[in-house]
């Protein structure tokens, strides 16, 4: 993970340096070599390599900017660049990932059954092999923790999924209406405390990166077919609609806006453009991106809040440089 996550970054790094000395085909190079490696871990099904994969597409990203900004790209590098973000379907991964999760917390299940019944399992192994003080809760588990409540949790735990094993159905309101019934329903004091808040971060949270990500990757296709028509024409069109059929087949849809309208696009008096997806809460701020999110001390990060403003691609013109 480690080692392809740091050789995303320099591929990306390097592209940034290429593009500076307007080496725009060594760069094209690095980023399909750099979004290649991040794919490795599409089919990854646990949450940490997931979020590590979304960090390597967020590197791909700024050499694909600072080549649209600086007009480096030549048309066949557009091109290639608008059908690599077009094919990338991330919604569908979304439940992949999920169900990895979720049966994690099942075996985990399984585990503590086992280190109950006195049978070998990683997880009870190690918390037998603990310190003297550790022993007593060992001991405590086995004589007064009812199994009984273990196949109850994993029942729970699959519920849960089913109600939100898609991008769709992990943001739906009625779901989080739903949840303090969901809550009555466990029985078990360890479920709340040690896994239903790790299965809310991992569905709420994952599902909404999912929407942003593939918002993103509308976002660049639409880019590099602005950019394809403003070599051609002199100037980018005064709509999207103009890009078909030529540049684009299609206007995408924005995938928060339920009634299937286009993304947002308008031209700025500098001569460049802002494109944006009205975000999750649903509103058009009229392409005002939210506020930097913060890492858990309170500094603050390079992500967007996602709920929070509109998603958006701002291409400065020439004369904002």
């Not at 991040?38 to 390597?56: G, H, K």
């Not at 950019?227 to 002199?234: D, F, N, P």
């Not at 609609?241 to 700025?268: E, H, I, M, S």
Request: hydrophobic share 40%; glycine share 6%; charged share 25%.
């Amino acid at each position: 993970d480690l080692t392809i996550h740091g050789a995303v970054h320099i591929l990306c790094l390097r592209a940034v340096a290429e593009l500076a000395q307007d080496q725009s085909e060594p760069a094209l190079q690095d980023i399909l070599l750099a979004l290649r490696l991040a794919d490795s871990f599409r089919q990854e099904p646990y949450d940490q390599l997931q979020r590590s994969r979304a960090a390597m597409l967020r590197f791909c990203l700024q050499p694909v900017w600072e080549g649209l900004v600086h007009h480096r790209w030549n048309e066949a590098q557009l091109l290639t660049l608008q059908q690599r973000f077009a094919d990338m379907d991330l919604l569908p991964e979304f439940r992949v990932w999920v169900r990895g999760e979720t049966l994690m917390m099942m075996n985990m299940a399984d585990q503590f059954q086992a280190f109950l019944e006195g049978r070998g399992s990683a997880w009870g192994d190690r918390l037998a092999s603990g310190e003297d003080s550790d022993r007593f809760w060992v001991w405590f588990f086995r004589v007064v923790y009812p199994v009984g409540w273990l196949y109850q949790d994993k029942v729970w735990i699959y519920r849960f999924y089913e109600r939100r094993a898609d991008v769709s159905k992990a943001l739906d309101p009625a779901n989080a209406q739903q949840w303090p019934a969901e809550i009555r329903r466990a029985i078990d004091p360890a479920l709340l405390i040690l896994v239903t808040p790790k299965l809310q971060e991992v569905f709420r949270e994952g599902a909404q990166g999912v929407l942003f990500f593939q918002t993103v990757c509308q976002e660049v296709t639409v880019a590099c077919a602005l950019e394809r028509c403003r070599l051609a024409q002199g100037q980018y069109p005064a709509s999207l609609d103009a890009l078909v059929p030529a540049w684009l087949k299609q206007v995408p849809t924005d995938l928060l806006v339920p009634t299937g309208a286009p993304l947002k696009y308008r031209r700025d008096t500098d001569g460049g453009f802002v494109l944006y997806s009205v975000g999750l809460n649903g509103v058009d701020d009229q392409g005002k991106p939210g506020s930097l999110d913060k890492d858990w001390p309170g500094v603050q990060s390079d992500s967007p809040r996602l709920d929070d403003g509109d998603w958006v691609w701002r291409q400065p013109g020439s004369r904002s440089h």
